[in-house]
Structure formats: C-alpha cells, structure tokens
C-alpha cells in the first residue's frame, strides 16, 4: 500500500494534469467541435491509430480543432492542455513560435498563399484528443501547427511518451526595439556551435560529417525511423500533395530551390542519412567543459516537457555529429544520437534564418512500442 506523504511520481502526476486539462477543454466543445477534436482512442480503431501516428511541422492541416475556431474561453482551455504538458520554458517556446506567425507573414508582406484565406495563421494550430482521458486505458493528445508538434500518449496513467517533440523558428531570429533579438531556439544553436568550435582539428574531422549542410531534418516526419532514413523531399512532409496546381507548383520549386541550394548530391544524402550505429563524435573523446556543453544542449531538448518524464540517456553513449560551416549567419545542421536519443536540428532556408529542431526517443517515439505491451497484456 502506498503511503499517504509518498511523492506521486512525475509520469502519474503530469499524466494526472493533462487528463483533467483535456476533460476540461472537451467539456466546453459542441457537436461540431467534438467531431474534429476528440477521437477514438490509440487501442480502439485502425483509423483513429492511423491518424494519431500522423505528425507534421509545415503549415498544414495537423488534424483536430484549431485554435482559430474556438470560442475565446475554449482557446484558454486548449492552451492549458499545451501547458500541462510541457515545461514552463517549453510552453513560453510554443507561445512565442505561434506568435511568430504574425512576424513571417511582415516579413512575406502578408502575400503568402497556401490556399486559404491567410497563408500565415496563428490560428492554425490544432489540437485532438484521441481516447478517454483519465486513470485507466489508453489515451493521448496532439498539438501541432507551423513549427510545433507535440504528441502525448498516456498509458493506464502513466506518461509513456512525449515524442516526437518538434520547435522550429521562422524567423529564427528577429529584431527588437532597444537592438534586442527574438530567438526562440537560439540556445539550441548557440550551444552545438559552442561545442563543435571547442573541437581539436582531430576531433572536429571526426564531428564534421560534411561542409554543406541539408535543407532540412534527415527524419522528417517520419512516425518511426530506421537505419538508412534519408532526408524527405518537401512535398512529402504535408499532408497529402496539393491538388490545385499553382500550390503544388510553387512547393515543388521550393523544394528544389533548396536542395539546389545545398549543394548535397545522393551520395551526400547517404553520408548523412540515419544509422542504428551512430555517426559523428562520442561523448568520450570530449573533455570536461566540453561535456558541460553537451549536457546543456540535451537539456534544451529534453527540458520541453516537464522534469522526470525523458528517458535517462546515456552520456558516454551519445555522439555529436555536424554539417554545414560552423561560423555563425551560415546554413548548418547537427544531430545528437544515442540508443535512446535522437536530437536534430537544421538552419538553412531564409538566408540561415529558419530553424527546425526535433527531440525524438527511438525507443518510445508516439508510444508505439508501450501501445503494443499493453495490447499484449489487455487484449488477448
């Protein structure tokens, strides 16, 4: 029996949190609503299993109800659902990456056009609960919209997944009155260019993969990796390809204007694609400041969701590994990888000036594994 002052571990806690925060956002919907917001859960249907494997980070529909269409009141619940399950600084990161929908769209001077009514909507951020939330069985929730994407899945009430978890910027970097800078992520890049700039020349040629940097995350959105993943062609990453020919057009130009830009061939993309065997520095050859810098950078990943809910990583396991120039303003990428860790980032497009960053747990990525357990156990 457990004590009455024994500290509720923080998976139950959060898991806790979330569900009270999701009954109550759903307790606010109508009919309407609920039939974009709150499916089947993960356990109970193909399709609605289906839909919750799908993740995405450009400006598409992410499937669910956006925050756009949402009574103010309604809006306020929504967004607690997105702080239960982060931390303080992953929740003021989402807030700040949706805000800055209004500043890309200054900077496209409000003429972008994906096909609705504005191109870029901070709005357009969706959420969906999928199952029941509460002590028992299985359930989850997704936010996502340009740059976010978060994907929960809860198991008998316990926390047993938070990734994917993507943060991207565009801009990455923007200006303030008084000469200040908004830089959401600006950490998550400043620490990597900290750490491979300290590099020996021994261990820089070993870190440095490439001098030239993909356009993009090799995983993309991919709903599980696996050895040899190469990086995905922009169309692919949406959902569905654009049937209106001026949309389908302009987003197959700009894939290939950006790997033109790259300058990466195919044997490039094999050099840099992912393996089971991770590529780059480990974390052994680095010294002690060097390991600081390390810790930091995983922790501006990890230290999205609330403290307690990542999985231990193994530090001598980890390897570093780098593409692209490595002075600032210039187009680069980096990965982190360990058995249980997968950490990628990418600032190439907009003249270097529009970021992707995922956290991803290969062991635990939308709980497909901890999904597949409880079926096992519950449904023979």
């Known amino acids: ?210 001098d030239r940097a993909p356009s993009d995350i090799v995983g993309g959105n991919r709903s599980r990796i696996a050895h040899g993943d190469e990086m995905m062609a922009l169309p692919d990453i949406w959902r569905g390809h654009f049937t209106e020919e001026r949309l389908r057009e302009r987003v197959t130009a700009m894939s290939a204007t950006a790997e033109e830009a790259s300058g990466l061939d195919a044997a490039d993309h094999r050099l840099l694609a992912l393996t089971d065997e991770p590529k780059g520095l480990p974390a052994t050859a680095l010294d002690a400041a060097q390991r600081e810098i390390l810790r930091g950078l995983v922790a501006a990943y990890v230290g999205r969701v609330p403290a307690g809910l990542a999985a231990p990583v193994d530090e001598d396991a980890v390897h570093f590994a780098w593409a692209g120039p490595t002075e600032p303003g210039a187009p680069h990428y980096y990965r982190l990888q360990a058995p249980r860790l997968l950490l990628e980032w990418d600032d190439t497009a907009r003249d270097a000036n529009h970021a992707h960053s995922v956290w991803r747990d290969p062991g635990a990525d939308l709980g497909i594994d901890a999904l597949a357990a409880h079926r096992a156990a519950h449904h023979r």
């Open 1 to 210: 029996m457990t004590r009455p002052d024994t500290p509720v571990p923080v998976p139950v806690a959060v898991a806790d949190r979330m569900a009270v925060a999701a009954r109550a956002w759903l307790d606010t919907l109508d009919t309407d609503q609920r039939v974009l917001a709150h499916w089947p859960g993960p356990a109970a249907e193909p399709e609605s299993e289906a839909e919750r494997l799908r993740w995405y980070y450009t400006p598409t529909d992410h499937g669910g109800l956006a925050i756009g269409a949402q009574r103010p009141a309604q809006q306020g619940r929504a967004m607690q659902v997105v702080a239960a399950g982060t931390s303080t600084a992953g929740y003021v990161t989402v807030a700040a990456i949706m805000g800055l929908e209004n500043v890309l769209d200054h900077v496209e001077d409000f003429a972008v056009d994906w096909g609705r009514e504005r191109g870029r909507d901070p709005g357009l951020y969706y959420l969906r609960v999928f199952g029941e939330p509460g002590p028992v069985g299985v359930w989850g929730w997704r936010f996502g919209g340009h740059h976010v994407s978060l994907n929960v899945l809860v198991v008998d009430g316990v926390v047993r997944s938070t990734t994917p978890c993507f943060l991207g910027a565009d801009p990455a970097s923007s200006p303030l009155v008084g000469g200040g800078l908004l830089r959401p992520l600006g950490r998550v890049e400043d620490l990597a260019r900290e750490l491979v700039r300290s590099l020996s020349p021994e261990a820089a040629a070993r870190a440095v993969l490439l």
